[in-house]
């Protein structure tokens, strides 16, 4: 599956930086770096496609666009 949006910030609360992907639900991960984050975020993603396939769970087609994106459509 391709993905072509990983949300990226830094949480004061938790320290750190959260990643996630919208396109799959409940799919974030935390990192006290950008980089780290992303990283432990991507096998997040390979678990939760993983999860999904044993489940027989569908997997969504990458849907998300930021609202920049959005404009005219």
């Known amino acids: 599956m391709k993905v072509d949006r990983i949300n990226v910030f830094y949480s004061k609360e938790d320290e750190g930086y959260i990643a996630d992907i919208p396109d799959l639900k409940y799919c974030s991960a935390f990192g006290e770096t950008p980089e780290e984050a992303v990283r432990e975020v991507l096998i997040a993603k390979a678990a ?21 994106y959005q404009v005219g459509i």
């Not at 999860?51 to 997997?59: L, M, N, S």
């Open 48 to 68: 939760w496609l993983e999860t999904a396939k044993v489940e027989g769970k569908p997997i969504p087609l990458p849907r998300y666009r930021p609202a920049i």
